[in-house]
């Protein structure tokens, strides 16, 4: 009786693609892996084709499997395949039927509509685009026969992205006159080089409302792609999302322009929310994106077909592989917390409801352990009411207690992190958050990072942003934000 293909011998090969989210290509327009050779399948050269924004349809990503046009072996050869998504740990997240083919040089045979794009890039986002790595696998059988053994190839590609987060404070907005810019330059972390200015000027609108307008000019010509995110900061200090907008520098003029989601007059008219002191405060989130700057084959193995992050571990009595306790009981806790599985307590925020356990709060927060044991209302309530933070916080606060781990941070969800794990007394992610502020220290926030540090009593990041502003005292004492602190320390 014949095998299962799941039971046979064959060539696997996991191409990892890092920062997929900046890929350059448009609908239509492929990503290529590095090209593999299958030695036991005549030693045939193959290489993986993507599609990120879709073959034909842009709802979908395309995924094909091409014999190289100077491959070896005959003119034709005939393999079984299989083309998969999966996840860090190697399972399986999105996968088509193992198809029998008859591969000509130069051809290949996939999937127009392999996996909704949705899906991958949003819904699903964190079950697919772990640390923003899309993991793709192909596995390959041979026709007619079986491998003498597993081979298991390794690739990556890396795309490069420089992300920058900054706060652009413009004093006296009201006064602001029409068709007179206001220019930011946003300059390279590595080397101080520009890497693109942003203009902001009124232009007479419908009704004679003032647009707000932006026009971008790039300064490195390396930069194809980049992605914005755009807030405005309101007198309470929260953020007002106004913009998320792609662009493409492929063309030979390197400008792009955007209208800002509010006119001044709207802004105006709320001036007391949105302008307070008559300053506009504008919250950037930029990324970068110079299309793949490595390509590598990582590594091969023989005989092998462990997944990419298997530990090595412990044999038991049986000689069977054991995963490592720790391990097994971290994934154990995670998967209750997701379930909600034996939650005895709930975190509510303005407009969200978080099912947590006790325990665990108790074991992570000094606050929550006063908080369950001692006669406060909440230990007999069973609910922890939470009016200082986002959704969005209190779910990054409980994946770091669950997990120890951070996702996708940036700039600001580091900020809010930081004053809860401050507030909750959750030391390791405070240190953590510090960690990621002094890292991406830039004389646009410098100011803020410095209030913020001595508005907790937290010397040694204060101490850090100190010898940052020494560093680069030219570029941030005569900037608005300094002005700001200065303003604000008078008061």
């Known amino acids: 009786m014949a095998r299962k293909e799941s039971e046979e ?12 989210s900046y890929c350059l290509q448009k609908k239509g327009e492929r990503i290529e892996s590095l090209s593999f050779v299958v030695d036991a399948i005549d030693e045939t050269k193959w290489t993986l084709w993507l599609y990120p924004r879709g073959a034909r349809d842009g709802n979908y990503i395309g995924y094909f499997l091409m014999r190289d046009a100077d491959s070896k072996g005959g003119a034709k050869v005939e393999i079984k395949y299989e083309l998969a998504f999966t996840a860090k740990d190697g399972s399986v997240l999105a996968s088509k039927s193992i198809v029998k083919h008859a591969f000509s040089k130069g051809k290949g045979l996939g999937e127009h509509i392999f996996q909704k794009r949705e899906d991958v890039y949003i819904s699903k986002r964190s079950t697919f685009l772990q640390e923003d790595t899309l993991r793709v696998r192909c596995r390959i059988w041979k026709v007619p026969g079986e491998m003498t053994e597993d081979v298991r190839c390794t690739a990556r590609t890396h795309i490069g992205v420089e992300k920058r987060s900054f706060l652009f404070n413009l004093i006296n907005f009201s006064t602001l006159e029409p068709e007179k810019k206001c220019t930011y330059q946003i300059k390279s972390v590595e080397n101080d080089a520009p890497l693109i200015s942003v203009d902001l000027s009124l232009t007479g609108g419908l009704s004679s409302e003032e647009i707000i307008r932006f026009e971008l000019s790039l300064q490195d010509q390396t930069i194809k792609f980049a992605t914005l995110r755009l807030y405005l900061i309101d007198a309470s200090g929260n953020r007002v999302e106004c913009n998320h907008d792609e662009f493409c520098f492929d063309s030979p003029v390197k400008c792009q322009q ?5 006119t001044k007059k709207k802004l105006l008219a709320k001036k007391s929310i949105y302008l307070p002191d ?16 490595l390509e590598e084959t990582e590594e091969v193995q023989y005989g092998s077909s462990t997944s990419e992050n298997e530990i090595p571990g412990l044999k038991n009595v049986n000689n069977e592989k054991m995963v490592p306790l720790s391990h097994a009981f971290d994934e154990k806790l995670k998967s209750f917390y997701d379930k909600q599985f034996l939650c005895d307590v ?25 908080m369950f044991s001692n006669d406060m209302k909440e230990k007999d309530s069973n609910c922890v009411y939470i009016k200082d933070f986002s959704d969005d ?11 120890s781990r951070m996702e996708d941070v940036t700039w600001e969800s580091a900020c809010q992190l930081y004053v809860a794990a401050d507030k909750y007394a959750i030391l390791s992610l405070r240190n953590v958050c510090s960690s990621y502020l002094k890292d991406n220290l830039y004389p646009s926030n410098a100011c803020e990072i410095l209030l913020l540090a001595d508005f907790h009593a937290d010397d040694e990041l204060k101490q850090s942003v100190r010898d ?24």
């Open 258 to 262: 955007f209208t800002f989601f509010f």
């Open 9 to 20: 011998k064959c060539f696997t090969f996991l191409w990892k693609l890092e920062n997929i």
């Open 393 to 403: 916080t209190i779910s990054r606060m409980l994946l770091y207690i669950y997990t």
């Open 468 to 491: 940052y502003i020494v560093k680069h005292d030219k570029d941030i004492i005569n900037s608005d934000e300094w002005k700001l602190l200065m303003k604000l320390m008078e008061s």
């Open 278 to 293: 008559d300053i506009l405060s504008l919250h950037w989130e930029w990324a970068f994106s110079k299309g793949v700057v």
């Open 346 to 370: 709930k975190l509510k925020t303005n407009t969200g409801i978080f099912p947590a356990h006790k325990i665990i709060l108790s074991a992570s927060s000094s606050v929550f352990e006063v």
